[in-house]
């Protein structure tokens, strides 16, 4: 058994603004897992919220597991071991997908096969960040031409205020008409909850199909105050991390949105989805900044889930990866054994 570390740029063609900042190049982790002559691949994405801000920070988390001892332990044990040992998730994803993907591999299935999903279905959300009318203007053309997106999803909250969100929204509308787009909103809890009720009312009438975090998380307990009557469905995404928290605010919500980074990989995602179908909820899988080996790992499993934003490696310039193409709107994973994806040797060897 050999396991390596390899940091890479990630490049954004457009920087990410949503309610808390702007996102632009990132660096992640890249996990190689090799055994038995076969190489399973993982990725981290550092994150300030999920614990291991730096690459530096994953790579030390990563290296204190594995020095713990990791032979002759199942996934799912060695899952709940990093929990206990407290390795931030957005470090033990990269850990967690490589074994997931050197499993199916060995088993010499695809790994949506063999975790018992149908294969993905589902259209993906393009994502458009917080920005000016003009800067909308210019964009939406760049996503959708010549392309076969059929979603986008738009992020609100702007530290400016609802009137801004408006205003920017309101470009959004004119410049899909001669597109045949659904349009969704993620607030990233930029509001507050009269603002909320405004602004899902203002946003219903312009057939907008649901509201992604409209509070900030820790707030789950005011989302009572938004449930009823709400003119959109709620989706809740900072406030869901774990499998486990999703009890204390499953009767204030219709769906929940899971991201590898954010739960530490498959294994507790498999947890999310199967918690949040017992509570009668609908199941949604997103991103961070991710290349397509995070995406294709993430992309197994949306044969089984609802809504799908799996875009980020569409933003890269370029993608160090391969694995993870639109095919009819859909973030398709390769068929062929494991998640499909790798790093290109140019960023490794």
């Not at 981290?44 to 594995?66: C, D, H, R």
């Not at 032979?71 to 997908?97: H, N, W």
């Not at 920017?168 to 008409?177: A, G, L, N, R």
């Not at 709107?329 to 062929?336: A, F, N, R």
Request: aromatic share 8%; proline share 6%.
């Amino acid at each position: 058994m050999k396991i390596s570390f390899h940091k890479v740029e990630l490049k954004k063609r457009f920087p990410l603004a949503i309610s808390r900042g702007v996102r632009y190049n990132s660096e992640n982790i890249f996990v190689r897992y090799e055994k038995d002559d076969l190489v399973g691949w993982g990725e981290a994405a550092p994150g300030n919220t999920e614990g291991a801000s730096t690459p530096e920070a994953v790579i030390k988390s990563l290296k204190y597991f594995i020095e713990s001892g990791i032979e002759k332990e199942s996934i799912q044990g060695l899952y709940d071991r990093a929990q206990e040992m407290e390795i931030p998730p957005c470090a033990y994803v990269g850990f967690d997908t490589a074994l997931w993907d050197w499993t199916a591999k060995k088993a010499g299935l695809p790994l949506y096969q063999m975790l018992g999903f149908p294969k993905a279905h589902t259209p993906t959300s393009v994502t458009i960040g917080i920005n000016p009318p003009e800067v909308v203007k210019d964009r939406i053309p760049l996503i959708l031409e010549g392309t076969s997106v059929k979603s986008l999803k738009i992020k609100l909250g702007s530290p400016k205020g609802i009137d801004s969100d408006k205003e920017m929204f309101q470009q959004v509308i004119e410049s899909t008409k001669k597109y045949n787009v659904k349009i969704r909103v993620d607030a990233n809890g930029g509001w507050d909850v009269p603002q909320a009720k405004q602004m899902m009312q203002w946003l219903a009438d312009h057939k907008v199909d649901y509201i992604e975090q409209p509070l900030k998380e820790g707030e789950e307990e005011r989302l009572k105050e938004l449930y009823k009557n709400r003119p959109l469905p709620i989706y809740v995404d900072e406030s869901c991390r774990f499998s486990n928290s999703i009890p204390s605010f499953a009767k204030y919500v219709d769906g929940v949105n899971m991201k590898l980074m954010k739960c530490g990989g498959i294994t507790e995602a498999i947890r999310i989805i199967a918690t949040a179908r017992a509570h009668g909820l609908k199941t949604m899988i997103g991103c961070m900044s991710e290349s397509s080996i995070a995406i294709a790992a993430a992309a197994a499993l949306t044969g089984g889930i609802d809504h799908i934003d799996l875009d980020s490696h569409y933003n890269l310039a370029p993608d160090p990866a391969i694995g993870a193409p639109m095919v009819e709107g859909v973030t398709m994973p390769i068929e062929k054994p494991g998640h499909g994806a790798e790093l290109k040797s140019e960023f490794y060897a």
